[in-house]
C-alpha cells in the first residue's frame, strides 16, 4: 500500500501536468499523511538539506563550462579538429560528430550543451553533403548522450550525492564505457552511411591538421587538467568543476577573444537558470527520499526482487529493464533521483560494486535521453535542426540499439569496468 500511494500520487501529478519537482514534494506530502508524519517543519528542513550538499556544486560550474564551451568558440575549434582528422572517410561527417562529442563530453558533461552544439554546427554540414537529415539528426543525439558518462559528468555527481558512492571513482570508471559507447555508434554508422552515395570532404593536409590541433589546443588541455588532477588527488570533482568553468572562460575571453562582457552576462544567466531547475529537483527528491526510507520502501523492493538476489547477472537485467522503462517517461536527474535510493539497498544486498552499478545506471538514462516519447535530447535535435520528432526518432533507432547492446555488454562482462577503473585509480 504504501508504494502504491507514493508511485500513483507521483505519477497522477505527473499526469495532470504538474512539474516534476513539485509532484515529488507532493507525492512526499501524501507518503507523509498515509504514514501520519506531516509536519510542515520537516518537509521544509529536508528541502533545504536536500540542495545542502558541497559536491552538487560542481553542478553549476559545468553547466556553466559547457555554456562558455560553446559561446567561447571551443566547440568549433574541436569540431574543426576533428572534420581535419577523419572527415575525408566515407561518411566522414558522421566520424567527425562522434570523434566531436567524445571530445567535447570530457569538457562539460551536458549531453543537452553538447547536442546542441553539435546539431549547430555539424548537421547543416551533413544534410549538404547529401546525409538523410532524420539519420544525421539521430547519430548526432546518440553522439550528444556520451557526454554524462566521459567524465566530467553531471549525472556522475548527481548520483553519487543521492548514493553516496566516491564521485571520483564514478568519473574514472566512466572513461572506457563512454569510449565504447562512441565506437558502438561509429560501427553502426559505417554500416548505414555506406549504403549513401554522398562524395567525402577531400583530405586535410598535415599543414591543416596542424593548424587545427594548435587552435584546440587550449580546449583540449581542459580534460586533462580535470583528470589528471582527479587522480593526483589535487583537487575532488567539486573544485575540479571550478577549475573547469575559470580555465573555459579564461580562455573563451583572454585567448580565444569570443565571448563579449554582454555575452558573458548572458551565458551565466543560462547556466544559472538550468542549475536552478536541477538544484530544485534534487532538493524536492531528497524529501521522497528520506521518506522512502522511513516507509522502508527499499527492504520491499528486496523482497521483490528476491528470486533475482542470488544471481548478480539476472539481477542487473532486471533492473536495468526497469530503468529502461522508466527512461522512456522520464527525464535524466528525476530518474536518477527517485531510483537511486529505492535500487541501492538491492544492490548492496546483492553485493555489487556500488561503482559498476553506478556506470551502468548513469549509461541507461543517458540512453533514455534519446528514448521517445520524452527523449530530452531528441527534442533538442529536433529543435535545433527544425525536424519532427518522428523523423529524429526514427534516424536514432539503430544507434540507440547499439548503445544498449554495449550495456548489456557490459552487465554480461563486468571487467570491462571494474578493470580500466582500478587502473585509471592506481
Given at each position: 500500500?504504501?508504494?502504491?500511494i507514493f508511485l500513483g500520487s507521483l505519477l497522477a501529478a505527473m499526469a495532470i501536468g504538474i512539474p516534476i519537482a513539485?509532484?515529488?514534494?507532493?507525492s512526499?506530502?501524501?507518503?507523509?499523511?498515509?504514514?501520519?508524519?506531516?509536519?510542515?517543519?520537516?518537509?521544509?528542513?529536508?528541502?533545504?538539506?536536500?540542495?545542502?550538499?558541497?559536491?552538487?556544486?560542481a553542478v553549476p560550474f559545468f553547466m556553466l563550462a559547457?555554456?562558455?564551451?560553446?559561446?567561447?568558440?571551443?566547440?568549433r575549434r574541436i569540431v574543426a579538429l576533428a572534420l581535419t582528422l577523419v572527415g575525408h572517410r566515407r561518411g566522414g561527417l558522421g566520424f567527425v560528430a562522434i570523434v566531436a562529442a567524445c571530445l567535447m563530453a570530457a569538457l562539460s558533461g551536458s549531453a543537452v550543451a553538447d547536442t546542441a552544439a553539435l546539431a549547430a554546427l555539424l548537421l547543416p554540414m551533413m544534410v549538404r553533403a547529401g546525409h538523410d537529415k532524420a539519420r544525421?539528426?539521430?547519430?548526432?543525439?546518440?553522439?550528444?548522450?556520451?557526454?554524462?558518462?566521459?567524465?566530467?559528468?553531471i549525472g556522475f555527481v548527481i548520483f553519487g550525492v543521492a548514493a553516496n558512492v566516491s564521485i571520483s571513482k564514478l568519473f574514472l570508471a566512466g572513461i572506457v564505457p563512454g569510449l565504447l559507447m562512441g565506437l558502438a555508434i561509429a560501427g553502426t554508422w559505417w554500416w548505414v552511411a555506406k549504403k549513401e552515395a554522398v562524395v567525402p570532404p577531400p583530405k586535410a593536409t598535415n599543414a591543416?591538421?596542424?593548424?587545427?590541433?594548435?587552435?584546440?589546443?587550449?580546449?583540449?588541455?581542459?580534460?586533462?587538467?580535470?583528470?589528471?588532477?582527479?587522480?593526483?588527488?589535487?583537487?575532488t570533482p567539486t573544485e575540479a568543476a571550478v577549475v573547469a568553468a575559470v580555465y573555459a572562460l579564461l580562455v573563451a575571453t583572454l585567448v580565444y577573444r569570443e565571448m563579449t562582457w554582454r555575452q558573458t552576462v548572458d551565458v551565466f544567466v543560462s547556466a544559472a537558470r538550468t542549475t536552478a531547475v536541477i538544484m530544485f529537483l534534487v532538493a524536492a527528491a531528497m524529501v521522497s527520499a528520506w521518506l522512502i526510507t522511513v516507509a522502508d520502501i527499499p527492504s520491499k523492493m528486496v523482497g521483490l526482487l528476491e528470486p533475482f538476489m542470488d544471481n548478480q547477472t539476472l539481477l542487473l537485467i532486471a533492473i536495468m529493464?526497469?530503468?529502461?522503462?522508466?527512461?522512456?517517461?522520464?527525464?535524466?536527474?528525476?530518474?536518477?533521483?527517485?531510483m537511486t535510493p529505492v535500487l541501492m539497498p538491492v544492490v548492496k544486498a546483492a553485493g555489487i560494486d556500488p561503482v559498476y552499478f553506478g556506470v551502468l545506471f548513469i549509461m541507461n538514462n543517458a540512453i533514455g535521453l534519446i528514448t521517445p516519447p520524452v527523449g530530452t535530447v531528441l527534442n533538442v535535435v529536433a529543435g535545433v535542426g527544425r525536424m519532427k520528432m518522428d523523423d529524429v526518432t526514427r534516424g536514432v533507432l539503430p544507434f540507440m540499439t547499439a548503445q544498449f547492446a554495449v550495456m548489456f555488454l557490459l552487465v554480461f562482462f563486468p571487467g570491462l569496468v571494474t578493470v580500466p577503473a582500478r587502473w585509471f585509480a592506481g
Open positions: 500500500m504504501t508504494v502504491f513539485y509532484s515529488l514534494l507532493l512526499g506530502v501524501a507518503l507523509m499523511w498515509h504514514l501520519d508524519l506531516f509536519d510542515a517543519q520537516i518537509l521544509a528542513q529536508n528541502v533545504i538539506n536536500g540542495a545542502d550538499s558541497f559536491p552538487l556544486l559547457g555554456e562558455i564551451m560553446n559561446v567561447g568558440g571551443l566547440s544525421a539528426g539521430g547519430l548526432i543525439a546518440s553522439a550528444g548522450i556520451i557526454a554524462p558518462i566521459i567524465p566530467p559528468s591543416e591538421r596542424l593548424k587545427a590541433l594548435k587552435e584546440s589546443a587550449w580546449a583540449l588541455f581542459l580534460p586533462v587538467i580535470v583528470l589528471v588532477g582527479l587522480k593526483m588527488g589535487v583537487f529493464l526497469l530503468v529502461m522503462a522508466v527512461g522512456t517517461a522520464m527525464d535524466m536527474t528525476p530518474t536518477i533521483l527517485i
